[in-house]
């Protein structure tokens, strides 16, 4: 090798090495740059474009958005749904006289009524019964049947697949809540899969629940059974509701807009309920549409209702003991907590204190507060000698005779007093 030669290569050998030192510089400089931290991603007003709300039943049923359907029993509230399901499956005419616009597939699930009372509905109707499709359960799973609160996306899924998407229908939408129904946090994890699925797809769904028993004169929104999340998630509240009739009278029922977010939130329909042949001994529900409707849904619940009077706080106590029961199911927990989920459920708390003492649920005195807890089974009684909670139970009771010269009885009826001291249950 020649001089120049062995010379260029020294040189390449040199420039190597001083490339590998680069390197390394760099690779030891770039991990010292920090990683790009978690930020909160803005979005200015201007870029945001504004949509026109797109609706199924306009005024009624909103396309891409969940919508409630509720009542009492007997108001028909599943024949309705499926009336209007056949609405859209004809492309046909609304209760107000409007076109549907845009036919297309309806989706039922129904948790209550077997496949063939919901085709007999449908049939009765007037539904196209190749644009209906009853959702009866899943595939790969052993037969296991659909859950609308663990399957939502499977059924997204699959209703992607339909050429026209426009209605699904969850009779009872509480089905759809994996946790407890009266929570809030429960409620709006569990329906958040099915506001996606409506928003994703562009599909109308309207969920089926039921009033609270004790009830009757209150907020209709207010009066949807179980967390007052799902009325708050809807954006639009449908109520039913039986009218007050002589005995001449034909049967009549209202179906009045409750709340509306996105429209007119009052008005609504008279209508009465016909059974017809559909087959050979085979006979189907439907609605038969009638007046139109002025007023709030208050309003017009308050004239239309009959139910007594004398049942509705004997009504209302039910519920909260039903309440109260499943709060206390798992354990004791604290009152405050309590009260705080039966203001969300829609109960007083008069008549949750009325509910603790006809359970005979006991108070337990805690570091952090006072807490609820079903009595134990087996136990004699809640003032039991043996008992240390109940020689707590003698301790506020001979407190509050000293108060008041009066004897209290049992620990639940003490329960309802309230505040007797410093240092007493708060409830």
């Given at each position: ?117 919901t085709a007999s509905r449908l049939v009765a109707s ?77 599909c109308a769904v309207l969920g089926i629940t039921h ?57 609504g329909f008279a209508y009465g309920l016909e059974r ?152």
């Amino acid at each position: 090798m020649s001089a120049k030669s062995a010379a260029v290569v020294d040189a390449a050998v040199a420039a190597h090495g001083g490339a590998d030192r680069l390197l390394d510089r760099l690779t030891v400089g770039l991990s010292a740059v920090p990683r790009s931290l978690p930020a909160v991603r803005l979005l200015r007003g201007d870029a945001v474009v504004l949509e026109a709300v797109q609706w199924a039943w306009p005024g009624y049923l909103p396309a891409g958005m969940l919508t409630l359907l509720g009542g009492a029993p007997g108001c028909g509230k599943t024949t309705i749904a499926l009336d209007l399901a056949a609405t859209i499956t004809t492309g046909g005419t609304w209760p107000d006289g409007a076109r549907c616009r845009q036919a297309g597939d309806v989706m039922v699930w129904s948790g209550e009524d077997p496949h063939a009372v919901t085709a007999s509905r449908l049939v009765a109707s007037g539904a196209d019964m190749r644009r209906v499709h009853l959702i009866d359960g899943v595939t790969g799973c052993d037969g296991e049947g659909f859950d609308p609160g663990r399957h939502m996306d499977l059924l997204e899924s699959t209703a992607s697949k339909l050429a026209a998407p426009r209605l699904l229908i969850l009779d009872p939408i509480v089905s759809a809540v994996t946790g407890d129904g009266h929570k809030s946090n429960d409620v709006r994890r569990s329906l958040q899969p099915v506001v996606d699925l409506a928003h994703r797809l562009g599909c109308a769904v309207l969920g089926i629940t039921h009033f609270s028993k004790g009830t009757g004169g209150r907020d209709p929104v207010e009066r949807i059974t179980g967390s007052l999340a799902f009325a708050a998630l809807a954006r639009l509240v449908l109520v039913a509701a039986k009218v007050k009739r002589e005995e001449d009278e034909e049967p009549r029922r209202v179906l009045v807009r409750a709340k509306s977010n996105i429209g007119p939130d009052d008005g609504g329909f008279a209508y009465g309920l016909e059974r017809i042949e559909v087959a050979p001994d085979v006979e189907g529900q439907r609605v038969h549409w009638l007046e139109p409707l002025e007023g709030t849904a208050r309003e017009v619940l308050a004239e239309a209702e009959a139910n007594p009077e004398g049942d509705e706080e004997s009504s209302a106590l039910d519920e909260a003991v039903q309440f109260l029961r499943s709060e206390l199911r798992d354990g004791p927990k604290p009152a405050k907590a309590i009260f705080r989920e039966a203001r969300d459920a829609g109960h007083s708390e008069r008549t949750i204190k009325r509910a603790k003492a006809e359970l005979q649920a006991e108070s337990i005195k805690e570091k952090v507060g006072w807490a609820w807890a079903l009595p134990v089974k087996g136990a004699k009684s809640a003032n039991s000698a043996n008992d240390s909670k109940a020689q707590t139970a003698g301790t506020l009771e001979e407190t509050a005779k000293s108060a008041s010269g009066s004897s209290l009885g049992n620990l639940g009826t003490l329960g309802t007093l309230g505040t007797l001291a410093d240092g007493s249950e708060v409830i």
